[in-house]
């Protein structure tokens, strides 16, 4: 049998990554779909591992080539793609796909796939707590994160277009109702 496809989005600093980690150790046989971007990495990031980081032309090549299930230019000039060739070899290895794309991404993998994926939308508890995570977690300019915090007002409306929404105030309960919608959605017929 195919594996299914949990999709997991939020705006940037909600805890997606910290949510998909833990996921990804608790016996639920899922395996991470790793994402094309044109980003630079991130110290400590992994090509093929995090992402498949590429050029701007190498992106655009994979789009003409038809590879992307989906793709979007997330910020100014940075685009992130879901390969389709990714997803494919999960599912067909009897795997569950677990992705973490940004919400316009999510909802139309959800529009794809239907009854075979949950989209999961990770909220923060507020505005002021994402920039306080961003800014804690260090790992972009202070430019980048305000282009992130800017963007997050408008992606917060498309909560309501996901199967599930989670709070992430305190993580350990956000962590254990992730984990509970995840094997119940995967246990299902
Ligand atoms: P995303 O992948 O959505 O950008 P991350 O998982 O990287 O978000 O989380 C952003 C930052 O916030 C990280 O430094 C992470 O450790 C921290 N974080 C995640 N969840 C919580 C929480 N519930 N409370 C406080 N900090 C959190
Ligand atoms: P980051 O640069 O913080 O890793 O990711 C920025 C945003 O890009 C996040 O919202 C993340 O979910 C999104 N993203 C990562 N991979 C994909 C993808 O394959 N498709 C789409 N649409 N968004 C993605």
């Not at 997991?8 to 150790?25: D, F, Q, R, Y």
């Not at 992106?59 to 793709?71: G, R």
């Not at 707590?129 to 997050?152: C, F, G, H, N, V």
Request: hydrophobic letters at 35%.
């Amino acid at each position: 049998m195919k594996g299914k496809l949990i999709i997991i989005s939020a705006p940037s600093g909600s805890g997606k990554t910290t949510i998909v980690n833990h996921l990804l150790h608790q016996g639920l046989n899922l395996n991470f779909s790793v994402s094309a971007t044109s980003r630079k990495p991130r110290p400590g990031e992994e090509n093929g591992k995090n992402y498949y980081f590429l050029t701007r032309e190498e992106f655009q090549k994979k789009i003409n080539n038809d590879e992307f299930l989906e793709w979007e230019e997330v910020y100014k000039g940075i685009c992130y793609g879901t390969l389709k060739s990714e997803v494919d070899k999960i599912r067909e290895s009897g795997k569950n796909v677990i992705m973490d794309v940004d919400v316009v991404g999510g909802v139309n993998i959800k529009k794809i796939y239907g009854k075979e994926a949950l989209s999961i939308f990770v909220k923060p508890p507020s505005l002021t707590a994402l920039k306080e995570r961003l800014q804690k977690r260090s790992t972009e300019t202070p430019a980048k994160i305000k282009m992130r915090i800017d963007k997050a007002a408008e992606e917060l409306l498309f909560a309501g277009k996901f199967d599930a929404v989670i709070i992430n105030d305190n993580l350990q309960i956000a962590l254990n109702e992730a984990e509970k919608l995840v094997s119940d959605f995967i246990s299902r017929h």
